[in-house]
């Protein structure tokens, strides 16, 4: 994977090169300022689904959504996913705080695709050339997910399907260009390289987690210590560019560094991962919490399905600002469990609707 050049951002980078770095503001965050993040996390406030495009959009209507989305809107992108896997997530890290989490994912996004601030939102591509999925290496996204983490994919790769407790999307284009799916993929690829590093490789401490960022890039996590060049510009670049997202107050507003940034060079002295604390990442058990659809179709949760719940799942596609949960007329998390009768755990899409239109109208037998 290769860094991408940053572009001119005015804005941003000029507060960057002249040294006035400031702190977040709650009228530069997207979130309620009063909310509890550390318990509660940013609460999704730009009301993110399972998937950011259309499953039946084009790859260049896709990649022009993703495209388009702003710098605060990718990082609370990010932090949908980590709240989503939240509990999976701090344990296998082995970090409790979940800013440092969210600051870890911006160092990697930062490494990767200067975080949306090179002007092209999520829509970041490498490796492509030989045609979609035929590289390893092939990358999209913040996190330059490759199409390695997928299901799927092609059998001489590398498998990925020992991080049971998130689910593995199959490999599509529909499926690897979307924004939010590719964030969930590549929280999911670190975590195959957290495994990998404590039960193979014996990784402890903040290795695994260093051991993991190398793996995401390299494809391998193993620590030889014969090598410290590269985890200097890669695994301990990001998380000096983390430990600068989190300490200077940019979690939540629009500005963005860059790798290389003299900015960051004060957090790249000595030990860069002692701000990350001392716990221990852990292959200890997770509860997966089960989806429990209490009525398959009652997208409306009236506890009937009828062509309303079609509706409701359509109005809230066409229209997640006004029909998201928590708005007045909107779908709520629930009634999204419940409505997911395509392809349950793949989330709402047009054809959830069809099935329940499908349904009523007698043309199959049952959502089932």
């Known amino acids: 994977m290769k860094i991408k050049v940053l572009f001119s951002v005015i804005a941003s980078a000029a507060i960057i090169m002249s040294g006035v770095l400031p702190v977040t503001a709650a009228g530069d965050m997207a979130h309620d300022a009063s909310r509890n993040v550390q318990e509660e996390g940013v609460g999704n406030p730009f009301n993110y689904g399972d998937r950011n495009t259309p499953e039946d959009?084009?790859?260049?209507?896709?990649?022009?959504?993703?495209?388009?989305?702003?710098?605060?809107e990718v990082k609370y992108a990010l932090y949908k996913e980590i709240d989503e896997h939240w509990d999976l997530i701090s344990v296998r890290l082995g970090q409790p705080e979940r800013e440092k989490v969210y600051a870890l994912f911006l160092g990697i996004g930062t490494r990767e695709s200067t975080l949306g601030g090179n002007g092209d939102g999520a829509d970041i591509e490498t490796a492509q050339g030989q045609g979609f999925g035929v590289s390893s290496a092939h990358a999209y996204g913040t996190l330059q997910t490759a199409v390695t983490a997928f299901a799927d994919c092609d059998p001489t790769f590398m498998p990925e399907d020992n991080v049971p407790e998130m689910f593995q999307y199959s490999l599509s284009e529909s499926t690897f260009y979307d924004a939010i799916i590719s964030n969930h993929m590549g929280i999911r690829k670190i975590l195959h390289f957290v495994e990998i590093g404590i039960n193979q490789e014996g990784l402890t401490g903040y290795q695994v987690v260093r051991g993991a960022l190398k793996g995401f890039?390299?494809?391998?996590?193993?620590y030889t210590g014969d090598n410290d060049g590269y985890y200097k510009n890669y695994p301990d670049e990001i998380i000096a560019l983390a430990e600068w997202y989190y300490e200077e107050g940019h979690l939540y507003d629009s500005t963005f560094t860059w790798t290389g940034a003299q900015d960051v060079d004060k957090y790249r002295d000595g030990n860069a991962w002692s701000w990350w604390g001392g716990t221990e990442p852990s292959m200890k058990a997770i509860e997966v919490k089960e989806d429990n659809v209490t009525l398959l179709g009652d997208a409306n949760c009236d506890s009937e399905v009828n062509m309303a719940d079609a509706v409701i799942i359509m109005q809230y596609l066409s229209n997640p600002d006004t029909y998201g949960a928590g708005k007045a007329d909107g779908i709520t998390e629930q009634g999204k469990l419940n409505g997911d009768v395509y392809e349950p755990g793949s989330g709402l899409t047009n054809n959830d609707a069809s099935v329940i239109q499908e349904y009523k109208l007698g043309l199959i037998p049952s959502l089932g």
């Open 217 to 222: 890039n390299t494809g391998w996590c193993d």
């Open 57 to 72: 959009a084009s790859t260049e209507e896709i990649r022009a959504i993703n495209h388009k989305m702003s710098v605060q």
